[in-house]
C-alpha cells in the first residue's frame, strides 16, 4: 500500500474488517496510476432511503498532484457500494490515463475531428456536436434562478449570472432532489 487511506463512516460501525478491506483495496489504486497521492473513503448508511439499494452509499475520492477523480455508488450492503465505487474508479483512472497521455493519438484538430465523424444511417458526415445553443444572460440571484429552473421546466440543470458574485454559475438538481451549486473559477 503506497498512497494515503482516509476511512470515514456515517451511520455505519467502522470495523476492523471493514477498515482493512477498503484501506487494502483502496490503497493499491496506485498501481493503475502512481501520481495519486491521497484516497478518501466515506462509507455512510441512510436508513430514510426509498429503496433498500440506496441505503448504503460509497464515495471514493482520489488526489494527485493536479487531480482530482471522485465516485460514489449505492448498494445494499457498505461493501458492495464500496467494490462498485472502486470498479468505477478505475475505469475513471483508465479514461483520465487517456486523456493525459494519449489525447486523440493520431494527431489530428478537434475541427478535423468533427468533420470526419460519420453518420451511420445515412453514411454522411455529421457534426460532433449535434446542437448548439445561444442565450442571453441576465443578472439573478441564486433564488431568483431557481425560480426560473422551475419556471422553464429544466429538470437537471440551469445556467445563469449570478448577481451577487458577478461570475457564472450553474445550478443543478442533485439526485435526493436537493439543488446543487457550481460556481467554476479559472485555474
Avoid at 465516485?71 to 493525459?100: C, V
Wanted: aromatic share 8%.
Amino acid at each position: 500500500m503506497s498512497n494515503k487511506v482516509e476511512v470515514q463512516t456515517r451511520h455505519i460501525r467502522l470495523t476492523d474488517h471493514i477498515e482493512e478491506y477498503v484501506a487494502k483495496k483502496a490503497g493499491n489504486l496506485d498501481h493503475y496510476l502512481p501520481a495519486i497521492e491521497e484516497a478518501r473513503v466515506e462509507l455512510s448508511h441512510h436508513q430514510a432511503a426509498r429503496d433498500a439499494k440506496d441505503r448504503n452509499v460509497a464515495q471514493l475520492t482520489v488526489f494527485g498532484k493536479g487531480f482530482t477523480l471522485r465516485s460514489e455508488e449505492r448498494a445494499d450492503e457498505a461493501l458492495a457500494a464500496f467494490d462498485m465505487a472502486l470498479d468505477n474508479m478505475q475505469r475513471q483512472i483508465e479514461r483520465y490515463k487517456g486523456k493525459k497521455h494519449h489525447g486523440r493519438g493520431d494527431g489530428r484538430s478537434a475541427a478535423e475531428v468533427a468533420e470526419s465523424v460519420i453518420d451511420d444511417e445515412t453514411g454522411e458526415l455529421s457534426p460532433l456536436f449535434a446542437k448548439r445553443k445561444k442565450f442571453t444572460l441576465y443578472p439573478m440571484s441564486e433564488d431568483e434562478a431557481l425560480v426560473q429552473m422551475r419556471n422553464l421546466g429544466h429538470d437537471n440543470f440551469f445556467v445563469f449570472y449570478n448577481a451577487e458574485t458577478s461570475k457564472i454559475n450553474v445550478l443543478y438538481r442533485r439526485r435526493n432532489g436537493s439543488y446543487g451549486l457550481i460556481e467554476p473559477e479559472l485555474g
